[in-house]
């Protein structure tokens, strides 16, 4: 693997990690939303990551009969999901969004798990930058070398 495939990989990784964190922000950002477009409270996203190579039997073969064609190793966003848990379920008889009994539905949103999943991405986010940066020193070392 080349020095620009390692930063290609890891870049891969802090576009993915930005998007991760762009949904997070957004479920942080609704946390209180009992009325979307939809009608509901708001539903939790979450982004659900693969990896960028293809693993399917034709990439294989085409790979084997190409031997040029490398592939790009790396990471991308797949889909955005929404997660299907139940609402949460307040007593809040003034609320504009309650129901005859005074109960509002609230959005699947846990403040605590978006913080720890925030955690997550920002230090998956700090190890690809860390890679780039390796790779970089690496090449000017290797120049320094040759001179």
């Known amino acids: 693997m080349s020095i620009f495939n390692t ?4 870049a891969s ?7 991760r964190l762009d949904v997070i922000s957004e479920n942080i950002a609704n946390v209180n939303t009992t009325r979307t477009e939809d009608g509901g409270p708001y539903r939790r996203k979450e982004a659900v990551l693969a990896s960028k190579e293809e693993d399917s039997f034709q990439s294989f073969l085409r790979s084997s009969i190409n031997a040029e ?16 848990s139940p609402f949460v379920q307040k007593y ?8 005859e009994n005074g109960i509002v539905q609230k959005p699947n949103v846990n403040i605590v798990t978006e913080m720890t999943n925030m955690i997550s991405a920002n230090r998956s986010y700090e190890a690809n930058v860390t890679s780039i940066n390796t790779a970089k020193s690496m090449a000017m070392k290797s120049l320094e070398i040759g001179r």
């Open 13 to 19: 990784g802090l576009t993915a990690q930005r998007l």
């Open 7 to 10: 930063i290609n990989t890891s």
């Open 69 to 84: 064609k490398k592939h790009q190793p790396g990471v991308k966003v797949s889909r955005i999901v929404e997660d299907q």
């Open 92 to 99: 809040q008889p003034d609320h504009p969004d309650a129901d």
